[in-house]
């Protein structure tokens, strides 16, 4: 007698199990129950977050809500630290070149 090999064992479960499980996983309660699931683990997790922060705010420390909260807003103001740096640049391009056409002026007429 031939014992099966573990790859005959794991075909032999699949094409026995397959059918079943495709009925299961696109039946309409799998997709309602997968959705409450969903939501109930993001409620979950909001509280969870909320009562940490509660604690973290009681014993005077930031809570991650905090930190993320800080983390864009100083995104924000790199932001707007980049684009004034880039208008000052332009506006000094703008004054060079003015100046130097001032100077060119003024030596064509001391000429």
Known sequence: MTVPSLRDLYDAAEKR????????????????????????????????EDANAALWHLVNIPAGSDVR??????????YEVRQLRLELG??????????????????????
């Open 17 to 48: 199990l397959t059918p079943t499980i495709e009925a299961v996983v696109h039946s309409e309660e799998f997709a309602t129950t997968t959705a409450i699931i969903g939501m109930v683990r993001r409620e979950a997790s909001k509280r969870i």
């Open 69 to 78: 909260k800080l983390r864009r807003q100083i995104g924000e103001l790199d």
């Open 90 to 111: 332009e506006q000094a391009h703008h004054v060079d070149r003015s100046h130097s056409d001032e100077e060119s002026r003024d030596r064509k007429e001391n000429q």
